[in-house]
Each structure stands twice: as structure tokens, then as C-alpha cells.
């Protein structure tokens, strides 16, 4: 399962969403009559993916207004949510401010202290409206603030790094436990991200609810250019979902798998799919959507990466409703809207009734997608 | 043959026309002696090319002087053709509306509902100039429009969708049964489009005279970033002529195979019939001469695709006359004319005589050809 | 020794230059005591290197002064300087005219009848100079140019087309016999362009002196886009290769192998002997030096193809001096100059003594070079 | 170990940096634990990158900065430094000439013969700072500068040329003896650049200290363009590496791997230690730096090279301070910044605790970057 890539060094190959394309079968189906849904501990959700913890995608009416269409966004609590009163004032200033002053002001927002009571104020805004809550830390703050969200009602706790492990060495601080943390919290833990199926197995054996698989997943990724680091999303997710079957096979506990990064078309989340996942987690997709607190722009990632210029931020503009970017109709045919509508046109194309089948399509290696062939065309019609 | 991709899961190597090239071998002949015709039930063609059933390539008029010059084009019964009295006043409409208001207008266009006698009325159109006619519907249409093309004068029914299966399950809508259409259509009947060796064998089975092959061919397809599905044209061809071949030892009967899609120079289609194609269909390499409705835009494909926002208008300019564009002279160097002078030169090259013996030279696995390096020239050109 | 492409269809995977690159060894030695000469039939050049029987390039004075600095040029005996008694005029009406009207000049200029009584002159021309002369035809007129050239004192007569074989099939005209062609002719006979090691052993055993190898050599090369037919130059080199060691084993004849296009820079050319060419022919890197006649610009090759608008004139512009340009000083460093020094100096490195030692060095697979990324920055450049 | 790339010819795949990734484990670290630092012959470094010996990069002032931040500079006895009594004049006459000057002036400035006092003088202006002095020549030179170096009190000499062997052919002058002059030298002898398992250990065995990795590294190398020659450095260092181990498991003396070139962000740095380096040389990425004395300029390599125009000038601009370059904070997210502190956050995510554990993590080979598409995304952003 190797190659020579020099004397005594032997390396796997590993695939990529853009490398690989799904096959149609015998059977088709008609898409309005596939089941998309997917369940998490006895919640059942009708759109399998979930927004990412990013503070310019998912606010409490984000996650309220993204819940009542079948989804589950995740609330960052250390992001501007639990450190401001007024969030809305200061995501207003990040969208006003000029490109060269932004990453400034970006930086100096989240320089605010993390204020506790907030936590409670933000799970409660969103329980209000009766959908299920979701919200996320960083390993370090996972004991204190998953205590606190539990109290206030949040029915899932999502512990979040770039890289997870069971076993985090320091000296300067206290690792988390997370077996022990499994067994204080009562509400589902979900913990990511991570890549590898012996890392994903003895991650759930901590008692773990879900699992967030991808680690500098993309080819242009900033963790693969600064940290070198990186495993491509097709061969995560299938290594994490053998994991996944293995241990369910001789525990009878399924813990779901989710794909996280490295989506760029709604054609990648149905290869995800096909991959193994059980859902998939987007944030940039999203961004664009006008519900969206940060109005187009977005900036830093779920968690914050100490190697890079934090609070860069980023203009993706608006494209859609939050409804039509699931639901449809796309006025734009790259991928980036009509999520769920294209899911369930792959689903009934390919023949499966159900995201369990889904998981089961014949997948090809076929030569990679040339972004940059549309990037050009853009560009022409730029310059012509 | 297949490549693990992740644990437990292995995928196939699967190629493109932009992988491949062809290999000349130990005789050359005399490119005005070899034979390019095709038969499909008995009708001859010398040129092995259809023409896609675009609304702004095809129809009566270009398919009257395509089938003139030796080849055949297929009608769409649900574009323009049949749901106006007067196509080329709403083709105007469509030309010269401006980029903006083109999307919407072409929408309304397409909200018009068919009527049947037009499609009577354009079938004996292209009979009176006694060229073959061939026409198209997708298969909820087929079992209503195929018995008023057939009595029409029809010689040939098109039965396409994005991926057609023997088995389609529906519980809102009756599906075709396509063993039974076949067995009451009287004129033989073209199916598609699929892919796979066994798919296409039970689609022969139906008692279909012809399979279009090619679902989401190319690398940079919407098919393939909106649906995740696709499958380069080589090995889908390949693999198709593979059970056509096996079909036709065990049954006697030969049902023609016509690669649809993913050509986008006389190369390509050279490469297309060594892979296995008794056919070719092409749309936009037509939609640029100067006979087509269209007057260099195409929109939309034969089979409109729910993900897509219908009615996207692309200005390919014209860039000669039909019969230069299959015989030359060749103004540019690029492969989009001449096709069947190419396909001839092609042949002397390689020494084949006729497509049969097209189909059987080597084929090998070459540097793909960067597209991207073209599309820079021209814009280099344009900045300086 | 292939690579299923599809059901029951296996293509071998071939190498282009870009793919490839050379691995130095125990050893090096000082670039100036290397020999880079190569003989064919008792006559020995310095450089090894062959100058294409392009219009824009050779001309009697260009042969003279390349052979003078030791290398050998072609000459067309069906191009400008036999068309015309003063083809300077005529090269200055192809250069002086505007883009627009290139195309349409160069056509009408090459309706010229060939004068027989210029092949003649020409040959004497070159030869008064003391210099090798060889002269190019294509397969039909060869037996008639032949005669008159070996008439003349022409030293080398080369026979080149697209694809040549040892078989050609026509009924509309007489195939040229190749062994009785090398029977007949006293000169030494040099034909092409052919690849594969089947069709190498059949061609030398006609008594041919030397073959070039290359058809459709470049990945974006028009053969392959327009024909569909091409084999990248370092697999087709190394299996010509490897017949003319068989054949020279088994007969005692040494047939000289020519690799004949695909190479863009120095490096290409010291890869192409490493795959076991004896020499080398360019004929783009020649249209920059000061003393073409082309003064620039160039157009058509050497072989006109029927599928490709004849006389497409391209601008080059001039570098430096062929001096600079076989032997340095380089002014650039993209491999576009002193081609011969870089041998010297890449066999240096090699630690090879001869072409002999050269064509047995290590060759690895490397990444392929991404050119567009020089060609992005122009660009950048072009517009920062 | 090889594929066939023609009859009877075989090549081995070799990998670059661009087409592998880093895979982390079961453990994590926090990053501010682990050990980054290497030693050579008893001297330690807290910083495992060594800086080029380029005139544009280090001078005396720069090898003292850098000395001090942990790192090691080698100062280039046959530069600027060692012809002009007042270098910085010198220096800012290349800055300050424009574009089209700067290769005439750069050339005349290295016709300025070296003198020898001066090379006593700069060693000594170094070691009064304390800090480790390294310099380096030619091989021609190495006898004589070595002995001035070593009598200055210089810590270190490298000997480096593009192909460097144990063995150099030359009748016009006498080569250097390895052997010899590593017993001849008292101080440690560093040589480069090589590749392959074989050379590495006959290098070696001459009493070297430490090797440096790499010739025609990258994929749109100078030296692979113009001697077709080049190794990419995944295979390269691995190899060397290989060689290293065995010599030491059988000599009992360990000879470091310092692995040169190809590296263009802190990702392929980190992708060398994993590749079995002991530490890395870098020039470019310090050219950068406010400290060095070609103020955002660089020209020229350590080494010379015969086909190369000497002294292009590129400008690259300056992005911040020595220490921000080696520790952060990052301004840029592009790999270009804080190089050690993304080393240390890639062996924390990678769970390992020293470099020695760095080579040993596991490798993947995942799709290449695509470094297009970012310059495409500058040229779009400049456009519009």
C-alpha cells in the first residue's frame, strides 16, 4: 500500500476530492424521493451538514434560522459571540473597516475577555427557538466552558483543535482528559479534528459521540504550506469511516463521522458522502449566505492558528438565502448553491436511497479539476 | 484493477481524452482512400458525427444541410422548435438580448408549453428534403412524442437524460419501460446516456438500436462539480464498446455506440472512435458555423439539468461555414475544424482503412495536454 | 508493461521530457575536455545538433555558417529558396507584412512552381563553401529531387513526412520504395519521422542511414490536438533506441538516431541524448539567431500539414548570434542559449566523456515542470 | 523500484516537497516543549537552518544577527566581501542601479580580483562577535582558502559547486583530494551539493562532517532547465539519509545531512526534517530579512553557474526583521515567516520531540500544490 519515494522510505498515496468522481449504477431513483437525513444520539436532522464555528458564519440567529431548515450550526463560544454584549456593533465595525485597517481592528476585538455569562445567554437565545444547540471550544477550555453550556441547555459540545489526540503532552499546562470528559458530560460530545484509523479509534473509545475528520485537507491549504502537514479528505474520511466500522462492529456503538474542510462544490460534500461520512461540515459555503452576521466577509477559522496573521479577513460577498444556497434554485452552476437539491440529484442519479447507501457508490479516480482553467475565463472576461 | 484509496477501499484508474493519444503503426494509407461512413439499421452516413439536440445548434434548416453533407443532426422536441410557430423570431429574441436580461428571457422563452402538431409539423419539414430525421425527448415524454414523431415520418427516436437505467423507481410518475417502447416504435430507438460495462449491456437488452455514452466527461464539467458524479470519456467508451462487443458475439445483433460529450478537438474525436465509438455527437463545435439558429450562442444542453440555472447564454462567435468546419480548409490550428478531413489524415496515419479498423489501434497514456497554457496565450495577447 | 484504460483495453503509460530528468553519479569531469561530436557515414560534427528544414531558418548562408561551427542544416528543396531565384525578396515581403495579412501572403508566395534548376544551384551554393549539404523532400517527390540533389554534390538527402512507413497505401499515386530509394541513391539517406521500435527495425533494414523520431512530441503539440496521434520524445527515442542497438548487433550497421522536436530548451536536448539519441534536430531555437533568414519570424514546418492553416507566421524575435546561441555566452537563463555549452557542461556533471557515455546515464521521473508558472509571471509583469 | 519509460530503459519516480505531506500520530505536544535544535562536530544551534553563502544574503554583519538568534550563516569567500575593502558601497551601487544596469554592473563589480587579507579580516570581524564562523569556496580554491580560513580562526569550511564527487576529471587543472584536505583541515569540512544513496557514501568516507543535499531541486529549476539535470529533494534527502544511517551504523561517526534548496515555504522545511535531514540551508527566504545587506535584493547563487547570465537581479522586497522571519509573529499566511516557530508547531501536532524524532514521522504523498493558482489570484486582485 506503499511507494518508494526513496531508499528505506516507503509512502502511501492518498486522494483528494478533486482526483476521484462517483458512478452511476443500475438503478436510478427520483431525487425527491432519496432520504438525505442523518441522526446524532437520537436527533435527527434533515440537511447532513453542519456550519462550522466561525464567528462571520454563525451567530444565534444563524444557528436558529439554519436549525429550522434541518441543519445544525456550531456556536464558537470563544469567538465575538461570548466576548461582546452587542456582537452585532462589532461585526459591524470588522465589515466597515478599511482592508488595511481590518486585521487591526480584528485583532484588537478578540484581544476582549471571554465573559462566562454570555455562554448561558447565547445557549438560551438559541433554545428559545427550540432548535437543537450546538457550541465548541478549543481542548484547553473544554472542562469549564463544556460544564457551563451543559447547564444552560446546549444539547451537544463540540471540543475543537487543528489536530486532536487522546494524549496531549505539556508541562505548562493540564491536557484534557477526554474519556473523563466523556463520562462528566451528559450531553454528546463531538471532538475533531483528526485523520488515520488508529487515531480514530482509540479517539472513540474515550466515549466520544461524532468525530470531525480533516487535517489540512485541501492542496493549497495553509496547515500543508506552514506546517507541512496534511492528509487528503477522500483518504481521511474512508481510513476514519473503516474506523468507524470496525469499532461499531465490536462495540455496537456507532460514533458518526464528519467531514470537515476541504469542500469546495456541492459535487465534493456528495463525494464526502460516498467517502463514508455521515455528515459534513461547511463554513465558507455559508458565508455567503445574507443571514450571515459577517454580510459576505469572513475571517479566522473555528481555531485560530498560532502560525498564522489571525484575523485576515476575507470578502466572499453575498450570493443567496441561506435557503437557496441548501434548497435552491442555483443561479450560479459552480457547485456553491442548491446543496441539499444537488445531493439528493447525485443521490437519485447514483441510485441510493438513503445516506447509509450513499456510502456504498462505486468511486473512479479521474484526473483532477482544473480550478484554475475557470479562474482564467474570469479573468478574461475581467481584462476583455 | 483498482487503487486503494483509503482503508478497505479501492477505486479505479479511470481516463480522459486529454490522457491519451494515439500510436501510428507499420502503414500509412492515402487519407483520401479510407472509409469514414457509419450504419445505423441499415442507414448510411459518411459522416460518423451527430449533431447534440441544442436548440441553438439544431434545427429544421441545419439538420436538412447537416444531413446533406452527409451526416445526421437530432431535432430537440422540447426546445424552441416545438413550442413556437416561429422559432426564429424568439432565436432573435435570445441574440440580441443583452447579457443581463439574457438569463431571464431565455427562462420565459422555455415557459411556453409544446404543442404537439409543431412537432408533426418540423418532423415532415426535414422529410421533404429527404435527409434522415432523427428526434429527441427525455424518457417521461418519450411514450407520447415517440408515437406522434414515428407517425410524423421520424426514421429515429432519442430517448436522452443526464443517466438513463433499465430500472428507475418512482413513486410520483409512471417510469418508461424501455423494453416495451423499443417493442412498440417501429423506428429504431437511441438511448442514453450511461456508462459502465453492465449497465450498457442490460440497456442492449431492451432492444435499443444505439447507446450515447458520456455521463459528466469532461474534467471541468458541471455534472461533475455539482453532482460529484462523472466518468472520463475513454474508459466510459471503452467499456461500453467492451459489452457492445460481448453483446454482439452472444446475440448476434450490433448496437451502436455513439460518444457523447468531452470531445472538444478533432483529436478528441479521433481518440473517441480508437476507444470504441461507431459515432461521435458533438453540440458546441457546431454551434460556431454560420448555418445554426443559434448565430454563435449556444445555451443550455439537450437534457437541462435541474442544479443549473437554465438558460446561461455563451457567445462562441462563428467561425466558418458547416462544411468548413467538417471538410476545411482550416483556418486555425486549434482542432475545431475540418473535423472529418482530421479524422481522415488521422486514419492514413495510423493506416486503418475504415472505423472498425479505428477502433482497434493502440492507444497509449501521454502527459495530459495543459489547456490552461492556450487560454494564457490568448489572454497574454489580449493585455499586450 | 500497460495500464488498463478500460474493460478488456490497456495502453502503456508514456514519457515526455517534461516528466523526466538526469541523475549525476560517482564522477565528474571538466565541461571542456567532454566530446560532444557525432559521425554519420565517415562525416563528423562537432555539434550535434541539426538545424530543421524550416523556410525561416535554413537558407544556403545558414547552412554555410552552422556548418562552418560545426553542425549540419537541412535544406527544403520544396520551400522558398527553390520557388525563387532571389528568395531574400521574397523573405522580406513575408516579414514586412502585417499581421493581418501574413497568412494570406505566405499562401500566395508558396503557389510558386518548384524551380528543379534552383535544387541544383542551391546544392552548389552550399557546397562551393566546403560545408556538408544535405536537402530535404517529401516521400513523393523524393526519387526525382534525389536524383538532381546527388547530381549536384548535396552530401545528405533526407526523406521526411508526418508519419513515414516502410508501406503506404494509394491507388491515386506510385509509393515511394524505400529500399530501392537507398539503392539507387550513392548519398547517404535520412528519413522520418517515425516512432516505435517495430516500425524503427523495418525502416532501418531499407538501408536508411539515419532515422528522426518524433511524431506529435509535445504535450499542446497541434499533431496530437488536430490528429489525435502523438507519442511523447522520451519513450519514442529510448524504443528507436533500443531497435537500432538491436539491429546494430545483428547486422553490424549503425543507424544514427535523430530525435526531431518536443524540445523546448538545453536541458530537453542533453535528456534527449540520454534517452539514446545520437543527435538532435531543433528548428524554433535557430529562428532566433541573428542570421536566419527569417530575420524573426517563422512559419509552416518542415513537413506542411493538410489539416493546419499553411502559413501561420509567428514572431519569435531575434536573441543573439547562432555563435551565442550554440556556444554562450548565455544572456538568458530559460535554456534558449548556448546549447552546446550546457551539453558540455550537463556532461561534465554527468561525468560522461562522449555522446556514447551520454546516452546510459540515470534517468529518473520528476514532476513535471510547470511552465505556465514563467508564463504567469510575464504576464504579471506585463501588466504590474 | 523503476517503471519502464521505453523498451529496455527503466526510471525510478522521484518525489519533491510539493507532492508529499506530514501525517500526525497518537500523540501531540505542546509546540513550546520540543527541541529544535542540531549540533555538528560539538558545536549546537538552537535554529536548524543554515543561511546560503549568497553576497545578497550574508555579510559579516548578517552572519553575526543570525549567530546570535541560534542560526548559522556561511559567509562566501568569492563574493563582495572578500574583493572590496568597503562592501557596503559596493552593496548599495547594486541596489540603487536600475533594472537595466544592474547585470552589467553586478558583472563588472565580480571582476574585481579577491583579496586574501580580506578573508583573514572577515573571519575576524565575526569571531570578535562570538559566534560561530563558517565560510565557504569552491573546490578549485578550497586548498588555498582553506588554510587562510582555518589560521583566521573559522569555525567551519564548506566546499560547494553545483555536482560535487569524490572523483573530477581534468587534465587543464588539478582537482581537489577530499580525502586529504579533510585531513589536512583541523577544522570541521562541510562539502555539496549531492544526491544518491552510493555518491553520499563515498563522499562520505573522505572525512567530511556534514553533506549538503541537493541539485536541481525544484521543478522549474535553472539547472534542470539547462542540463536537464535535477533530483527532487523528497528522494534526494531520503536517500542521502539512508546513506548517513548506514555509514553510521558501520563507522560509528556521524556525518549530518543538511538538505539545500527546493524549500519555499516553513511547510517544506518542515517536510526536510521529515525526510531525514539534520538541518536545512536557505537563501532566499532571508533575503527578505531587514538585516541583509542586499536591502530586498538577491543575485546570484553560492556557486556560480557557467550557463547562467551571473548576476540577475531580483528583487524580493523586505518582509520583516531577521527574528520576526525565524520566530514570528507571521504577518504573512504564506509559509515565508516565523520558520521556526511553524517547525515547532508542526512537530507538536506531529507529537515529536526532537528533530530526530522529526525523521522518522510519517510521509504521504498527497496531490501537488497548485502555486498557479495563488500568482493567478495576485494577478486578479491586480487587475481588478
Redesign the interface.
Known amino acids: 500500500?506503499g511507494?518508494?519515494?526513496?531508499?528505506?522510505?516507503k509512502?502511501?498515496?492518498?486522494?483528494?476530492?478533486?482526483?476521484?468522481?462517483?458512478?452511476?449504477?443500475?438503478?436510478?431513483?427520483?431525487?425527491?424521493?432519496v432520504d438525505t437525513s442523518w441522526q446524532l444520539k437520537g436527533m435527527k436532522f434533515e440537511v447532513p451538514i453542519l456550519a462550522a464555528a466561525m464567528d462571520g458564519v454563525v451567530d444565534t440567529r444563524f444557528a436558529i434560522a439554519f436549525g429550522r431548515l434541518g441543519g445544525l450550526a456550531v456556536l464558537n463560544l470563544e469567538g465575538i459571540q461570548t466576548r461582546y454584549e452587542e456582537p452585532e456593533k462589532i461585526m459591524r465595525r470588522i465589515i466597515k473597516a478599511s482592508a488595511r485597517e481590518s486585521t487591526r481592528i480584528i485583532q484588537s476585538i478578540y484581544r476582549e475577555p471571554i465573559k462566562e455569562p454570555l455562554i448561558k445567554k447565547r445557549i438560551e437565545e438559541i433554545k428559545k427557538a427550540k432548535v437543537v444547540c450546538a457550541v465548541s471550544s478549543i481542548p484547553q477550555k473544554a472542562e469549564r466552558f463544556g460544564e457551563i453550556a451543559q447547564k444552560a441547555g446546549a444539547d451537544l459540545f463540540v471540543v475543537q483543535s487543528?489536530?486532536?489526540?487522546?494524549?496531549?503532552?505539556?508541562?505548562?499546562?493540564k491536557s484534557l482528559n477526554l474519556s473523563s470528559f466523556c463520562k462528566k458530560m451528559k450531553i454528546p460530545v463531538v471532538i475533531g479534528n483528526?485523520?488515520?484509523?488508529?487515531?480514530a479509534l482509540?479517539l472513540m473509545e474515550t466515549g466520544i459521540s461524532a468525530l470531525l475528520v480533516g487535517?489540512?485537507p485541501g492542496?493549497?491549504c495553509?496547515t500543508?504550506?506552514?506546517?507541512?502537514?496534511?492528509?487528503?479528505q477522500?483518504?481521511?474520511?474512508?481510513?476514519v469511516?473503516?474506523?468507524r466500522d470496525f469499532y461499531y462492529k465490536n462495540s455496537g456503538r456507532y460514533v458518526s463521522i464528519i467531514t470537515d474542510g476541504g469542500m469546495t462544490?456541492?459535487?465534493?460534500?456528495?463525494?464526502a458522502f460516498?467517502?463514508?461520512a455521515d455528515a459534513v461540515m461547511v463554513g465558507s459555503a455559508f458565508a455567503r449566505a445574507k443571514e450571515v452576521p459577517g454580510k459576505g466577509f469572513h475571517w479566522g477559522m473555528a481555531t485560530p492558528h498560532?502560525?498564522?496573521?489571525r484575523g485576515?479577513r476575507i470578502e466572499v460577498g453575498i450570493s443567496g438565502s441561506l435557503r437557496e444556497i441548501l434548497f435552491?434554485?442555483?443561479?450560479?452552476?459552480?457547485?456553491s448553491q442548491?446543496l441539499v437539491?444537488?445531493l439528493r440529484?447525485?443521490m437519485g442519479?447514483?441510485?441510493v436511497k438513503n445516506i447509509r447507501e450513499m456510502q456504498l457508490v462505486?468511486?473512479?479516480?479521474?484526473?483532477?479539476?482544473?480550478?484554475?482553467?475557470?479562474?482564467?475565463?474570469?479573468?478574461?472576461e475581467?481584462?476583455?
Chains 1, 2, 3, 4 share one sequence.
Open positions: 500500500m511507494m518508494w519515494i526513496g531508499i528505506g522510505r509512502a502511501r498515496r492518498c486522494y483528494g476530492f478533486d482526483e476521484v468522481s462517483l458512478v452511476p449504477g443500475k438503478v436510478t431513483i427520483n431525487p425527491n424521493e487543528t489536530v486532536i489526540t487522546k494524549k496531549h503532552v505539556s508541562s505548562e499546562y483528526c485523520v488515520g484509523y488508529d487515531v482509540e487535517i489540512g492542496a493549497a495553509t500543508r504550506e506552514v506546517l507541512g502537514i496534511g492528509v487528503p477522500v483518504t481521511a474520511t474512508s481510513d469511516a473503516a474506523a462544490t456541492s459535487g465534493d460534500i456528495c463525494k460516498a467517502c463514508g498560532i502560525n498564522l496573521p485576515t435552491g434554485p442555483a443561479k450560479l452552476d459552480d457547485g442548491n437539491g444537488a440529484t447525485s442519479s447514483l441510485g462505486e468511486i473512479i479516480i479521474a484526473p483532477a479539476i482544473k480550478t484554475e482553467g475557470k479562474l482564467f475565463q474570469q479573468l478574461r475581467k481584462i476583455t
